[in-house]
Protein backbone atom coordinates (compact mmCIF):
# COMPACT_ATOMS: atom_id res chain seq x y z
CA UNK A 1 0.00 0.00 0.00
CA UNK A 2 3.70 2.16 0.21
CA UNK A 3 3.03 3.00 -3.58
CA UNK A 4 -0.92 4.26 -2.71
CA UNK A 5 0.36 6.25 0.35
CA UNK A 6 3.79 8.32 -1.07
CA UNK A 7 2.07 10.73 -3.86
CA UNK A 8 -1.07 11.33 -1.14
CA UNK A 9 1.73 12.47 1.44
CA UNK A 10 1.63 16.29 0.84
CA UNK A 11 -2.06 15.97 2.31
CA UNK A 12 -1.70 12.12 4.00
CA UNK A 13 -4.78 14.03 7.14
CA UNK A 14 -7.44 14.17 4.01
CA UNK A 15 -6.01 10.69 2.37
CA UNK A 16 -6.39 9.01 5.96
CA UNK A 17 -9.70 10.48 6.29
CA UNK A 18 -11.56 9.31 2.88
CA UNK A 19 -9.77 5.91 3.27
CA UNK A 20 -11.61 5.72 6.78
CA UNK A 21 -14.79 7.03 5.34
CA UNK A 22 -14.91 4.20 2.74
CA UNK A 23 -13.35 1.42 5.22
CA UNK A 24 -16.09 2.24 7.66
CA UNK A 25 -13.58 3.81 10.10
CA UNK A 26 -11.20 1.03 10.37
CA UNK A 27 -8.47 -0.41 7.78
CA UNK A 28 -4.78 -2.23 8.17
CA UNK A 29 -2.19 -0.69 6.36
CA UNK A 30 0.14 -2.64 4.76
CA UNK A 31 4.15 -1.89 4.11
CA UNK A 32 6.59 -3.72 2.10
CA UNK A 33 7.50 -7.16 2.26
CA UNK A 34 9.68 -7.22 5.66
CA UNK A 35 9.25 -3.33 6.63
CA UNK A 36 7.42 -4.52 9.39
CA UNK A 37 5.04 -1.55 8.52
CA UNK A 38 1.22 -3.36 9.13
CA UNK A 39 -0.56 -0.71 10.75
CA UNK A 40 -4.11 -0.78 12.03
CA UNK A 41 -6.02 2.32 11.71
CA UNK A 42 -8.89 3.54 13.00
CA UNK A 43 -11.54 6.34 13.61
CA UNK A 44 -13.98 4.47 15.16
CA UNK A 45 -14.66 5.85 18.65
CA UNK A 46 -15.80 2.34 20.14
CA UNK A 47 -12.56 1.52 19.29
CA UNK A 48 -10.67 4.29 20.39
CA UNK A 49 -12.09 4.56 23.89
CA UNK A 50 -11.82 0.62 23.90
CA UNK A 51 -7.82 1.38 23.65
CA UNK A 52 -7.25 4.43 25.73
CA UNK A 53 -9.93 3.38 28.58
CA UNK A 54 -11.53 -0.02 28.24
CA UNK A 55 -8.39 -2.12 27.34
CA UNK A 56 -6.07 0.46 28.66
CA UNK A 57 -3.19 -1.94 29.84
CA UNK A 58 -3.19 -3.43 26.97
CA UNK A 59 -1.88 -0.47 24.60
CA UNK A 60 1.18 1.47 25.35
CA UNK A 61 3.44 3.16 22.89
CA UNK A 62 5.83 0.33 22.34
CA UNK A 63 9.19 0.06 20.99
CA UNK A 64 8.48 1.56 17.36
CA UNK A 65 7.30 4.96 19.35
CA UNK A 66 10.48 4.95 21.79
CA UNK A 67 12.45 4.37 18.71
CA UNK A 68 10.69 7.16 16.18
CA UNK A 69 10.32 9.77 19.86
CA UNK A 70 13.89 9.07 21.39
CA UNK A 71 14.29 12.70 21.72
CA UNK A 72 12.23 12.72 24.39
CA UNK A 73 14.19 10.69 26.45
CA UNK A 74 12.53 9.11 29.47
CA UNK A 75 9.54 12.11 29.93
CA UNK A 76 6.22 11.60 29.97
CA UNK A 77 5.28 10.82 26.39
CA UNK A 78 7.74 8.52 25.66
CA UNK A 79 7.33 6.22 28.85
CA UNK A 80 4.97 3.19 29.71
CA UNK A 81 3.93 1.55 33.17
CA UNK A 82 5.85 2.36 36.25
CA UNK A 83 7.83 5.01 34.81
CA UNK A 84 4.75 6.42 33.14
CA UNK A 85 2.91 6.21 36.52
CA UNK A 86 5.56 8.05 38.24
CA UNK A 87 5.76 10.97 35.44
CA UNK A 88 2.32 11.61 35.74
CA UNK A 89 1.87 11.39 39.50
CA UNK A 90 4.75 14.24 39.72
CA UNK A 91 3.56 16.47 37.17
CA UNK A 92 -0.21 15.67 37.89
CA UNK A 93 0.49 17.29 41.51
CA UNK A 94 2.71 20.51 40.65
CA UNK A 95 -0.34 20.68 37.80
CA UNK A 96 -3.27 21.21 40.39
CA UNK A 97 -1.24 23.59 42.92
CA UNK A 98 -2.97 26.62 42.82
CA UNK A 99 0.42 28.50 42.96
CA UNK A 100 1.61 26.94 39.84
CA UNK A 101 -1.92 27.58 38.38
CA UNK A 102 -1.75 31.43 39.00
CA UNK A 103 1.67 31.38 38.09
CA UNK A 104 0.57 30.24 34.29
CA UNK A 105 -1.77 32.88 34.76
CA UNK A 106 0.27 35.83 34.96
CA UNK A 107 3.50 34.62 32.84
CA UNK A 108 0.29 34.29 29.99
CA UNK A 109 -0.55 37.78 31.25
CA UNK A 110 2.69 39.45 31.43
CA UNK A 111 3.55 38.16 27.44
CA UNK A 112 0.28 39.13 26.32
CA UNK A 113 0.72 43.25 27.36
CA UNK A 114 4.39 43.03 27.00
CA UNK A 115 5.04 41.00 23.74
CA UNK A 116 2.17 40.37 21.68
CA UNK A 117 0.39 43.42 22.04
CA UNK A 118 3.39 45.57 21.32
CA UNK A 119 4.61 43.56 18.25
CA UNK A 120 0.69 43.65 16.44
CA UNK A 121 0.65 47.12 17.86
CA UNK A 122 3.79 47.77 15.62
CA UNK A 123 2.63 45.70 12.66
CA UNK A 124 -0.29 47.91 12.71
CA UNK A 125 1.66 51.32 12.82
CA UNK A 126 4.11 50.38 9.52
CA UNK A 127 1.21 48.28 7.88
CA UNK A 128 3.25 45.45 6.91
CA UNK A 129 1.87 41.94 6.46
CA UNK A 130 2.83 39.30 9.78
CA UNK A 131 2.70 35.69 9.71
CA UNK A 132 0.17 35.01 12.60
CA UNK A 133 1.47 31.53 12.92
CA UNK A 134 4.86 32.51 13.36
CA UNK A 135 4.00 34.88 16.16
CA UNK A 136 2.06 32.03 17.98
CA UNK A 137 4.90 29.80 18.14
CA UNK A 138 7.16 32.45 19.24
CA UNK A 139 4.56 33.79 21.58
CA UNK A 140 3.79 30.25 22.90
CA UNK A 141 7.49 29.48 23.16
CA UNK A 142 8.72 32.30 25.24
CA UNK A 143 5.31 31.48 27.75
CA UNK A 144 6.59 27.57 28.36
CA UNK A 145 10.04 28.49 28.54
CA UNK A 146 8.99 30.80 31.17
CA UNK A 147 6.68 28.48 32.75
CA UNK A 148 9.09 24.94 32.62
CA UNK A 149 12.28 26.88 32.96
CA UNK A 150 11.93 30.45 34.91
CA UNK A 151 13.33 31.82 31.60
CA UNK A 152 12.21 33.83 29.12
CA UNK A 153 14.40 33.67 25.85
CA UNK A 154 12.28 36.75 24.36
CA UNK A 155 11.54 35.08 21.27
CA UNK A 156 8.79 37.50 20.46
CA UNK A 157 9.51 41.22 20.06
CA UNK A 158 9.58 43.91 17.56
CA UNK A 159 11.69 42.89 14.28
CA UNK A 160 10.91 39.32 14.96
CA UNK A 161 14.79 38.57 15.78
CA UNK A 162 16.24 35.05 14.95
CA UNK A 163 14.78 32.54 17.02
CA UNK A 164 16.89 29.83 16.74
CA UNK A 165 15.18 26.92 19.39
CA UNK A 166 11.84 27.87 17.32
CA UNK A 167 12.82 26.52 14.68
CA UNK A 168 14.68 23.60 15.70
CA UNK A 169 11.58 22.28 17.62
CA UNK A 170 9.68 23.08 13.98
CA UNK A 171 12.31 21.31 12.41
CA UNK A 172 12.41 18.59 14.76
CA UNK A 173 8.35 17.68 14.65
CA UNK A 174 8.49 17.48 10.75
CA UNK A 175 11.25 14.78 11.25
CA UNK A 176 9.50 12.39 14.19
CA UNK A 177 6.66 12.85 11.23
CA UNK A 178 8.87 11.62 8.72
CA UNK A 179 9.91 8.59 10.51
CA UNK A 180 6.28 7.05 10.83
CA UNK A 181 5.68 7.01 7.21
CA UNK A 182 8.96 5.30 6.39
CA UNK A 183 10.54 1.85 6.79
CA UNK A 184 12.19 2.15 10.07
CA UNK A 185 15.86 0.24 8.41
CA UNK A 186 15.30 3.55 5.85
CA UNK A 187 14.83 6.17 8.73
CA UNK A 188 17.89 4.75 10.63
CA UNK A 189 20.10 4.37 7.56
CA UNK A 190 19.78 7.94 6.98
CA UNK A 191 20.52 8.31 10.69
CA UNK A 192 23.13 6.89 10.02
CA UNK A 193 24.68 9.13 7.50
CA UNK A 194 23.40 12.10 8.82
CA UNK A 195 21.42 13.58 5.91
CA UNK A 196 18.32 15.16 4.98
CA UNK A 197 15.67 15.47 8.31
CA UNK A 198 17.71 13.45 10.36
CA UNK A 199 20.63 15.56 9.65
CA UNK A 200 17.93 18.78 11.27
CA UNK A 201 16.78 16.56 13.82
CA UNK A 202 20.34 16.16 15.26
CA UNK A 203 21.12 19.86 15.12
CA UNK A 204 17.74 20.91 16.56
CA UNK A 205 18.34 18.13 19.31
CA UNK A 206 21.33 20.02 20.16
CA UNK A 207 20.50 23.33 19.94
CA UNK A 208 17.50 22.45 22.40
CA UNK A 209 19.83 20.35 24.58
CA UNK A 210 22.39 23.27 25.01
CA UNK A 211 19.44 25.69 25.76
CA UNK A 212 17.80 22.96 28.62
CA UNK A 213 21.27 22.15 30.15
CA UNK A 214 22.62 25.65 30.70
CA UNK A 215 18.88 26.88 32.54
CA UNK A 216 19.08 23.77 34.48
CA UNK A 217 22.56 24.14 35.82
CA UNK A 218 21.85 28.08 35.87
CA UNK A 219 18.41 26.82 38.20
CA UNK A 220 20.45 24.68 40.22
CA UNK A 221 22.74 27.64 40.79
CA UNK A 222 20.24 30.04 42.19
CA UNK A 223 18.93 27.23 44.56
CA UNK A 224 22.29 26.33 46.14
CA UNK A 225 22.41 30.13 46.73
CA UNK A 226 19.28 30.19 48.63
CA UNK A 227 19.65 30.20 52.06
CA UNK A 228 15.58 28.63 52.95
CA UNK A 229 13.03 26.58 51.11
CA UNK A 230 11.54 28.29 48.15
CA UNK A 231 9.42 30.69 48.32
CA UNK A 232 7.47 30.77 44.87
CA UNK A 233 7.31 34.26 44.26
CA UNK A 234 7.55 35.08 40.21
CA UNK A 235 10.79 35.72 39.99
CA UNK A 236 11.93 32.28 41.20
CA UNK A 237 9.13 29.98 40.05
CA UNK A 238 9.60 27.47 37.64
CA UNK A 239 8.72 24.10 37.12
CA UNK A 240 11.98 23.14 37.43
CA UNK A 241 12.02 24.60 40.43
CA UNK A 242 9.46 22.94 41.89
CA UNK A 243 10.52 19.42 40.85
CA UNK A 244 14.25 20.26 42.09
CA UNK A 245 12.59 21.34 45.65
CA UNK A 246 10.16 18.94 45.96
CA UNK A 247 13.47 16.48 46.00
CA UNK A 248 15.49 18.63 48.32
CA UNK A 249 16.46 16.32 50.99
CA UNK A 250 15.66 12.81 48.78
CA UNK A 251 18.57 12.15 46.34
CA UNK A 252 20.01 14.91 44.16
CA UNK A 253 17.99 14.98 40.99
CA UNK A 254 19.93 13.90 37.66
CA UNK A 255 20.26 16.49 35.55
CA UNK A 256 19.02 14.56 32.55
CA UNK A 257 15.97 13.78 34.36
CA UNK A 258 15.23 17.56 34.45
CA UNK A 259 16.60 17.74 30.95
CA UNK A 260 14.26 14.83 29.86
CA UNK A 261 11.06 16.34 31.98
CA UNK A 262 11.71 20.20 30.38
CA UNK A 263 11.88 19.24 26.91
CA UNK A 264 8.65 16.91 27.13
CA UNK A 265 6.66 19.98 28.52
CA UNK A 266 8.10 21.96 26.26
CA UNK A 267 6.82 19.67 23.24
CA UNK A 268 3.45 19.37 25.01
CA UNK A 269 2.93 23.43 25.76
CA UNK A 270 4.44 25.12 22.68
CA UNK A 271 3.41 24.28 19.26
CA UNK A 272 0.04 22.58 20.42
CA UNK A 273 -1.57 26.09 21.46
CA UNK A 274 0.20 28.13 18.14
CA UNK A 275 -1.60 25.03 16.44
CA UNK A 276 -5.17 25.69 17.96
CA UNK A 277 -4.47 29.50 18.08
CA UNK A 278 -3.65 29.68 14.25
CA UNK A 279 -6.45 27.25 12.86
CA UNK A 280 -9.12 29.32 15.48
CA UNK A 281 -7.71 32.76 14.03
CA UNK A 282 -7.72 31.41 10.29
CA UNK A 283 -11.92 30.24 11.27
CA UNK A 284 -12.62 33.22 12.39
CA UNK A 285 -11.16 35.71 10.15
CA UNK A 286 -13.01 33.66 7.88
CA UNK A 287 -16.24 33.23 9.86
CA UNK A 288 -17.31 37.38 10.60
CA UNK A 289 -20.66 36.27 12.39
CA UNK A 290 -18.57 34.10 14.91
CA UNK A 291 -16.13 36.99 15.56
CA UNK A 292 -18.89 39.57 15.56
CA UNK A 293 -20.34 36.99 18.31
CA UNK A 294 -17.12 36.80 20.74
CA UNK A 295 -16.70 40.03 20.82
CA UNK A 296 -20.30 40.73 21.80
CA UNK A 297 -19.67 38.22 24.68
CA UNK A 298 -16.63 40.13 26.06
CA UNK A 299 -18.28 43.25 25.84
CA UNK A 300 -21.65 42.21 27.32
CA UNK A 301 -19.58 40.25 30.24
CA UNK A 302 -16.87 43.20 30.90
CA UNK A 303 -18.81 46.79 30.21
CA UNK A 304 -16.14 48.39 31.85
CA UNK A 305 -13.62 47.20 30.46
CA UNK A 306 -13.88 50.06 27.03
CA UNK A 307 -10.18 50.92 25.20
CA UNK A 308 -7.34 49.38 25.54
CA UNK A 309 -6.91 45.60 26.38
CA UNK A 310 -7.34 44.60 30.32
CA UNK A 311 -6.87 41.86 32.03
CA UNK A 312 -10.44 39.39 32.31
CA UNK A 313 -9.44 37.36 35.30
CA UNK A 314 -9.83 34.17 35.74
CA UNK A 315 -13.64 34.61 36.88
CA UNK A 316 -13.94 36.90 33.63
CA UNK A 317 -12.71 34.20 31.26
CA UNK A 318 -15.02 31.39 33.15
CA UNK A 319 -17.99 33.21 31.73
CA UNK A 320 -17.16 33.40 28.03
CA UNK A 321 -19.07 30.38 26.78
CA UNK A 322 -19.63 31.64 23.57
CA UNK A 323 -15.56 31.76 23.18
CA UNK A 324 -15.27 28.78 25.08
CA UNK A 325 -17.43 27.04 22.22
CA UNK A 326 -15.61 28.52 19.40
CA UNK A 327 -12.23 27.32 20.52
CA UNK A 328 -13.69 23.78 21.28
CA UNK A 329 -15.02 24.15 17.68
CA UNK A 330 -11.61 24.70 15.81
CA UNK A 331 -9.96 22.57 18.16
CA UNK A 332 -12.53 19.70 16.76
CA UNK A 333 -11.77 20.61 12.98
CA UNK A 334 -7.98 21.06 13.46
CA UNK A 335 -6.83 19.22 16.43
CA UNK A 336 -3.05 20.21 17.27
CA UNK A 337 -2.25 16.39 17.62
CA UNK A 338 -3.58 15.32 14.51
CA UNK A 339 -2.57 11.51 14.75
CA UNK A 340 -1.96 9.06 17.92
CA UNK A 341 0.06 5.96 17.92
CA UNK A 342 0.13 3.09 20.42
CA UNK A 343 0.85 -0.56 20.40
CA UNK A 344 -0.55 -3.89 21.66
CA UNK A 345 0.59 -5.66 24.16
CA UNK A 346 -1.28 -8.92 23.44
CA UNK A 347 -3.42 -9.57 20.68
CA UNK A 348 -7.12 -8.48 21.11
CA UNK A 349 -10.43 -8.40 19.40
CA UNK A 350 -11.60 -4.22 19.12
CA UNK A 351 -15.31 -3.06 19.13
CA UNK A 352 -15.45 -3.10 15.32
CA UNK A 353 -14.43 -7.01 14.88
CA UNK A 354 -11.01 -6.35 14.27
CA UNK A 355 -8.88 -8.89 15.29
CA UNK A 356 -5.55 -7.09 16.48
CA UNK A 357 -1.86 -8.73 17.01
CA UNK A 358 0.48 -8.47 19.33
CA UNK A 359 2.80 -6.14 18.57
CA UNK A 360 0.99 -4.25 16.07
CA UNK A 361 1.13 -0.75 15.94
CA UNK A 362 -2.38 1.18 15.97
CA UNK A 363 -2.60 4.73 14.72
CA UNK A 364 -5.91 6.41 15.65
CA UNK A 365 -6.73 9.71 13.34
CA UNK A 366 -7.96 12.69 15.58
CA UNK A 367 -7.81 14.53 11.98
CA UNK A 368 -10.71 12.18 10.83
CA UNK A 369 -12.92 11.68 13.88
CA UNK A 370 -13.73 15.77 13.85
CA UNK A 371 -14.55 15.23 10.38
CA UNK A 372 -17.07 12.05 10.47
CA UNK A 373 -20.92 12.36 10.62
CA UNK A 374 -21.65 9.13 12.63
CA UNK A 375 -20.10 11.74 15.70
CA UNK A 376 -20.84 15.35 14.75
CA UNK A 377 -24.10 14.90 12.21
CA UNK A 378 -24.35 15.79 8.41
CA UNK A 379 -22.62 19.14 9.30
CA UNK A 380 -19.72 18.11 10.72
CA UNK A 381 -17.39 20.21 7.95
CA UNK A 382 -18.87 22.87 9.17
CA UNK A 383 -17.04 25.84 11.63
CA UNK A 384 -20.40 25.73 14.33
CA UNK A 385 -19.79 26.98 17.75
CA UNK A 386 -23.84 26.56 18.21
CA UNK A 387 -23.11 22.72 18.21
CA UNK A 388 -21.49 22.87 21.71
CA UNK A 389 -24.07 25.34 23.71
CA UNK A 390 -27.10 23.44 25.27
CA UNK A 391 -30.72 25.51 24.44
CA UNK A 392 -29.95 26.54 28.42
CA UNK A 393 -26.98 28.28 27.13
CA UNK A 394 -24.18 26.29 28.91
CA UNK A 395 -21.86 24.34 27.21
CA UNK A 396 -22.72 20.67 26.08
CA UNK A 397 -19.87 18.05 27.35
CA UNK A 398 -18.98 16.05 24.73
CA UNK A 399 -16.96 12.37 25.89
CA UNK A 400 -13.57 12.58 25.48
CA UNK A 401 -13.68 9.47 23.20
CA UNK A 402 -15.63 11.65 20.40
CA UNK A 403 -14.02 15.08 21.08
CA UNK A 404 -10.25 13.17 21.74
CA UNK A 405 -8.87 16.46 20.98
CA UNK A 406 -6.73 15.88 24.38
CA UNK A 407 -7.06 12.16 23.90
CA UNK A 408 -9.21 9.89 26.25
CA UNK A 409 -8.50 7.66 29.37
CA UNK A 410 -5.92 7.55 31.97
CA UNK A 411 -3.61 8.84 28.92
CA UNK A 412 -5.41 12.08 28.72
CA UNK A 413 -4.15 15.99 28.27
CA UNK A 414 -2.73 16.89 31.80
CA UNK A 415 -3.09 20.30 29.98
CA UNK A 416 -6.60 20.59 28.61
CA UNK A 417 -7.73 23.57 31.27
CA UNK A 418 -4.27 25.88 30.76
CA UNK A 419 -4.70 25.28 27.51
CA UNK A 420 -8.50 26.55 27.17
CA UNK A 421 -7.11 29.54 29.34
CA UNK A 422 -4.06 30.22 27.42
CA UNK A 423 -5.97 30.33 24.36
CA UNK A 424 -9.45 32.33 25.18
CA UNK A 425 -6.89 35.40 26.38
CA UNK A 426 -4.89 35.31 24.21
CA UNK A 427 -7.74 35.27 21.19
CA UNK A 428 -9.93 37.62 23.79
CA UNK A 429 -6.82 40.05 23.93
CA UNK A 430 -6.70 40.27 20.08
CA UNK A 431 -10.21 39.95 18.77
CA UNK A 432 -10.74 43.29 21.51
CA UNK A 433 -7.34 45.12 20.24
CA UNK A 434 -7.33 44.50 16.53
CA UNK A 435 -9.04 43.70 13.37
CA UNK A 436 -7.47 40.68 11.77
CA UNK A 437 -7.51 40.68 7.96
CA UNK A 438 -6.46 37.75 6.03
CA UNK A 439 -4.06 38.21 2.98
CA UNK A 440 -5.62 37.41 -0.31
CA UNK A 441 -4.85 34.26 -2.33
CA UNK A 442 -2.56 32.95 1.08
CA UNK A 443 -2.96 29.54 0.82
CA UNK A 444 -3.81 27.97 3.83
CA UNK A 445 -3.68 24.07 4.33
CA UNK A 446 -1.86 21.98 6.96
CA UNK A 447 1.52 20.89 7.14
CA UNK A 448 3.36 17.34 7.39
CA UNK A 449 4.37 16.89 10.77
CA UNK A 450 3.03 15.81 14.29
CA UNK A 451 1.52 18.61 15.11
CA UNK A 452 -1.32 20.32 12.67
CA UNK A 453 0.96 23.49 11.63
CA UNK A 454 -0.17 25.24 8.34
CA UNK A 455 2.02 24.57 5.52
CA UNK A 456 2.92 28.05 4.61
CA UNK A 457 1.95 29.78 7.79
CA UNK A 458 -0.91 32.48 8.31
CA UNK A 459 -0.47 35.43 6.36
CA UNK A 460 -2.21 38.69 7.75
CA UNK A 461 -2.22 42.41 7.94
CA UNK A 462 -3.69 44.55 11.27
CA UNK A 463 -5.49 47.35 12.06
CA UNK A 464 -5.92 48.85 15.30
CA UNK A 465 -9.98 48.21 16.76
CA UNK A 466 -11.64 50.70 18.83
CA UNK A 467 -15.18 49.36 20.26
C1 LIG B 1 -4.40 22.86 22.59
C2 LIG B 1 -3.43 22.41 23.35
C3 LIG B 1 -3.15 20.96 23.64
C4 LIG B 1 -3.60 19.84 23.00
C5 LIG B 1 -4.53 19.75 21.83
C6 LIG B 1 -3.04 18.69 23.70
C7 LIG B 1 -3.25 17.38 23.35
C8 LIG B 1 -2.68 16.30 23.98
C9 LIG B 1 -2.77 14.93 23.54
C10 LIG B 1 -3.50 14.46 22.28
C11 LIG B 1 -2.10 14.16 24.42
C12 LIG B 1 -1.85 12.65 24.35
C13 LIG B 1 -0.47 12.46 23.78
C14 LIG B 1 0.05 11.06 23.78
O1 LIG B 1 -0.32 10.24 24.63
O2 LIG B 1 0.85 10.73 22.91
C15 LIG B 1 -1.59 15.04 25.43
C16 LIG B 1 -0.86 14.62 26.51
C17 LIG B 1 -0.28 15.47 27.40
N1 LIG B 1 -0.39 16.84 27.44
FE1 LIG B 1 -1.39 17.97 26.15
N2 LIG B 1 -2.26 19.15 24.72
C18 LIG B 1 -2.30 20.52 24.72
C19 LIG B 1 -1.65 21.37 25.58
C20 LIG B 1 -0.91 20.97 26.65
C21 LIG B 1 -0.26 21.85 27.59
C22 LIG B 1 -0.31 23.38 27.53
C23 LIG B 1 0.38 21.06 28.50
C24 LIG B 1 1.21 21.46 29.67
C25 LIG B 1 1.86 22.55 29.85
C26 LIG B 1 0.12 19.70 28.15
C27 LIG B 1 0.58 18.61 28.85
C28 LIG B 1 0.38 17.30 28.48
C29 LIG B 1 1.01 16.18 29.16
C30 LIG B 1 1.93 16.24 30.36
C31 LIG B 1 0.59 15.02 28.48
C32 LIG B 1 0.99 13.58 28.75
C33 LIG B 1 -0.11 12.79 29.42
C34 LIG B 1 0.29 11.34 29.66
O3 LIG B 1 0.96 10.72 28.82
O4 LIG B 1 -0.08 10.83 30.71
N3 LIG B 1 -0.67 19.66 27.03
N4 LIG B 1 -1.95 16.34 25.14
Redesign the pocket.
Known sequence: MLPGLLPNIPIILDYITWLLKHQRGAFMFEGPWLSNMSIFVTSDPMNVQHITTTKFDNYG?GSDFRDIFEVLGDG??RSDSQL?KY??TI?HSI?KLPCFQLFIYKTILKNIETSLLPVLDHACKIGTEVDLQDIFHRLTFDN?CS??LGFDPGCLSIGLPEAESVKAFTEIEDALFYRHIMPRCLWKLLRWLQVGKEKKLKQGQEIIDQMLYEQITTSKFKMLNQSSTLAYDDSQFSLLNVLMNNESGKEKVDDKVLRDTAI??IA??KD??S??LTWFFWLVATHPSVEAKILEEVKENLPQRKGDWKDLGVEGLGKLVYLHAAVSEA?RLY???PL??KCALKSDVLPSGHRIDANTMIVYS?YSMGRMEEIWGEDCLKFRPERWISKAGGLIHVPSYKF????AG???????D??FK??KMIAAAILWNFHIHLVEGHPVSPGVSIVLNMKHGLKVTVTKRSI
Open positions: KIFWNRLFIVVNLAGTISGLPPVEHLITFNPRSCLGKISEI
